[in-house]
């Protein structure tokens, strides 16, 4: 059973950066797990935010940025707002017969 | 406008069964496959399966195998998950997903407001 780990929590001050990682127990993340970061809200649906590593939807911030970092994916937020503060959660595709998806466990971005 | 429209929470009982919806619609919809995830409370993500509209090809997590149904009617663009025998452990929010796959892209990126199901005798 493949695990894909987060940090749990991470606390930020407003006009920082912070940058969240997503590791996986098979080994190095590549590009070729498309990771896809994704941000909920209480309350709210999951939003996309980060897709095939680095790339951005039309409707994601300008301060959010995706890479690969130390064999792990990452999610970069500079110059954070009061409004970043939301679960964090990312998705690596393993594919094969089944399709395989994985979502990392989530990190709360607590921002103080 | 790319809109992923679920149906409606749902009250059951353990044993009952149910099919909750997503419709899509602003885009072909049998040209994107469409996934489920479920969220307990208080919980993460959890990936249940996907489906491509087109030819209803269905792929499900180990996880979800023989314990959900996804399927779908293309001729009025929705997918379905469905239970035949609820469980008290089925109560979470689920929703559904669109992934845009091309070469070198995989991006889930339009998701359904979600249908909470509460299974409580």
């Known amino acids: 059973q493949t695990v894909v780990t987060q940090e749990p929590s991470l606390t930020v001050s407003p006009g920082g950066t912070v940058t969240l990682t997503c590791a996986s127990s098979?080994?190095?993340?590549?590009?070729?797990?498309?990771p896809n970061w994704f941000q909920q809200k209480p309350g709210q649906a999951p939003r996309a935010l980060i897709y095939?590593?680095?790339n951005k939807h039309s409707w994601t911030p300008a301060r959010f940025s995706g890479s690969l970092l130390g064999g792990k994916a990452a999610l970069t937020l500079s110059g954070v707002q009061p409004e970043d503060e939301a679960e964090y959660y990312c998705?690596?595709?393993?594919?094969?017969?089944?399709?395989?998806?994985?979502f990392g466990g989530g990190t709360k971005l607590t921002v103080l | 406008e790319v809109q992923l429209v679920q149906s409606g929470a749902e009250v059951k009982k353990p044993g009952e069964s149910l099919k909750i919806s997503c419709k899509g619609s602003?885009?072909?919809?049998?040209?994107?496959?469409i996934g489920w995830v479920r969220q307990m409370p208080g919980k993460g993500l959890e990936w249940m399966g996907i489906?491509?509209?087109?030819?209803?090809?269905?792929r499900y997590s180990p996880s979800f195998q023989g314990q959900v149904t996804i399927s779908a009617d293309k001729s009025i663009s929705t997918a379905y998950l469905q239970w035949s025998s609820l469980k008290a452990s089925d109560t979470a929010m689920y929703y559904c997903?669109?992934?845009?796959?091309?070469?070198?892209?995989?991006?889930?990126?339009?998701w359904g407001q979600g249908t909470l199901v509460t299974v409580s005798s």
């Open positions: 602003g885009y072909s919809f049998t040209s994107y496959w």
């Open positions: 998705l690596l595709y393993y594919g094969g017969a089944q399709l395989g998806v994985v």
């Open positions: 489906i491509y509209p087109g030819d209803s090809d269905t």
């Open positions: 997903v669109r992934l845009e796959e091309d070469v070198a892209v995989a991006a889930w990126d339009y």
């Open positions: 095939s590593t680095s």
């Open positions: 098979t080994g190095a993340v590549t590009s070729g797990y498309y």
